[in-house]
């Protein structure tokens, strides 16, 4: 796949928003105004709303001559049988990609989202600075719905955060990726994905699954060897409800916690141990051929009573690696490992740097 460098024709490309909605009438107007506030346009958005009941048509149609983009309300309805808000994506970027020049970024967001003022314009810094195919960006909760949770899963939520950041600074040092260094994310969430035309016809566009899509296209990019920018700058707000419109959501989620707290920290949180291992395998696939295909096996689940030890085993390796950043041999697989079992891979000087100025 060829990919165009640090060139600021990225800014001039048409851009297409993707939208699923469902009996969205509380959210559909902040969401299409918050598009309509961006400090770069989009030239079109597109509504795919589906399965709905609710007045979120009237209201988005209201809409229409207000806005400073091209507004298309596209409505379907799905049987129960294939209904949900995966299907849904799938099949509202497929339609913004149909007809599309090659040249046009396809971007998706949530229709109980609110995306900041500067979404696009970042989405496209990101896209300019590195040589990706694709833009992932954060999902906040709204400041004023994020005080409807309890101090407690806040907490709980920036214990796995810092967890998942050292993780991904232990990988960034065995293996760089100078498309997505640090400082980068970890979220894979529909409420903010940008995709070239190019690189979703690649992989054949939105899985075809009732949720959980984003996550899989992730996956898809990442097989097809489809360069990512998880960049942290590129924001987007959205509600903090309880009853969803995925299973295994969002809201989802949060209602299960608020009744009771999850004996597991979410599964995308793995044991050093596991990281380093998958780090291994991934450097001697990238080895053998560039488009290597991430190592897929059984999960292992992290208990949250036992997070403070994987954390500080993880700073621990961190700040090994830190203090073992200096060139080694051509072969890095050949060196022994340490006994605390840390494979010797790939070291960066530029990565170390940037991980010890992150911890002062």
């Known amino acids: 796949m060829e990919i165009e460098l640090y060139n600021p024709l990225w800014k001039r490309r048409k851009i297409i928003i993707a939208i699923p909605v469902c009996n969205e009438e509380e959210h559909i107007i902040p ?3 918050a598009l309509a506030r961006q400090s770069t346009l989009p030239d079109k958005v597109i509504l795919w709303i589906n399965n709905t009941i609710d007045q979120t048509g009237a209201r988005a149609t209201s809409l229409i001559n207000m806005l400073p983009f091209e507004l298309q309300i596209i409505k379907v309805t799905y049987s129960r049988a294939v209904a949900g808000a995966g299907i849904a994506r799938r099949d509202a970027m497929a339609s913004a990609a149909e007809g ?3 040249d046009t970024l396809l971007l998706t967001t949530d229709a109980d989202s609110e995306a900041a003022e500067d979404w696009i314009a970042r989405t496209l810094d990101a896209f300019a600075e590195y040589p990706v195919e694709a833009v992932f960006g954060r999902a906040l909760l709204l400041p004023s719905e994020a005080r409807k949770i309890p101090f407690h899963l806040h907490e709980d939520e920036k214990a796995e955060q810092a967890y998942g950041a050292l993780l991904e600074q232990i990988s960034l040092l065995l293996h760089p990726e100078p498309h997505d260094p640090w400082p980068r994310h970890l979220e894979h969430s529909g409420a903010s994905i940008a995709v070239t035309h ?5 992989v054949g566009g939105m899985p ?4 959980g899509e984003d996550r899989q296209f992730y996956q898809a990019l990442r097989r097809q060897g489809v360069p990512v920018r998880h960049a942290p700058e ?3 707000y959205v509600s903090a409800r309880l009853a969803g419109r995925a299973q295994g959501g969002m809201a989802e989620t949060l209602a299960r916690r608020l009744i009771a707290q999850d004996e597991y920290i979410d599964e995308i949180f793995e044991p050093v141990s596991r990281r380093l291992l998958h780090v291994r395998r991934e450097w001697f696939h990238a080895k053998a051929r560039p488009a290597f295909s991430l190592t897929e096996g059984s999960t292992v689940r992290i208990r949250r009573i036992d997070l403070s030890a994987h954390h500080r085993r993880a700073q621990r390796v961190l700040n090994y690696l830190i203090r073992l950043a200096h060139p080694v041999s051509a072969d890095p697989l050949q060196k022994t490992a340490d006994r605390s079992g840390i494979p010797h891979l790939v070291q960066s000087n530029q990565a170390a ?4 100025d992150r911890h002062g």
């Open 234 to 236: 590129v924001l987007v």
């Open 100 to 102: 599309a020049s090659p």
């Open 198 to 202: 190019q690189a979703w016809r690649k």
């Open 353 to 356: 740097r940037t991980v010890h």
């Open 31 to 33: 969401c299409l105004l």
């Open 208 to 211: 075809c699954i009732p949720s």
